[in-house]
């Protein structure tokens, strides 16, 4: 998702502390990364996407919430959202960060 041929890229290298995200990469048993998972806290919104690759990513925005974060795997991220997108990266992120921020 970070070649030069992909393009979610733009919207990928878009996901750094510097904008506000925070990441994690997630691993499969033998090393590969399975999915990316980043997080962006406002006082306002919280939103956090998980990228499976380019065809499967999930975001979500939800009102911050001090006591607890709320991420795209939990069962109850669903009911919570105020915004929710999944599909092609491309589509899903751009749209995420289309969002106004805070």
Excluded: C
């Excluded at 607890?68 to 997108?85: D, G, M, N, Q």
Aim: no cysteine; net charge negative; charged share 25%.
């Amino acid at each position: 998702m970070t070649g030069p041929t992909y393009p979610s890229t733009p919207y990928v290298q878009r996901l750094t502390p510097a904008n506000g995200w925070h990441g994690q990469l997630i691993r499969d048993q033998h090393g590969r990364i399975d999915v990316i998972v980043a997080v962006r806290i406002g006082p306002t919104w919280t939103d956090a996407v998980a990228i499976a690759g380019e065809d499967r990513v999930v975001a979500l925005r939800h009102r911050t919430d001090e006591d607890r974060l709320i991420l795209p795997t939990e069962p109850t991220a669903e009911r919570a959202a105020v915004w929710r997108r999944d599909g092609r990266a491309e589509d899903v992120l751009a749209e995420l960060l289309d969002l106004p921020t805070g």
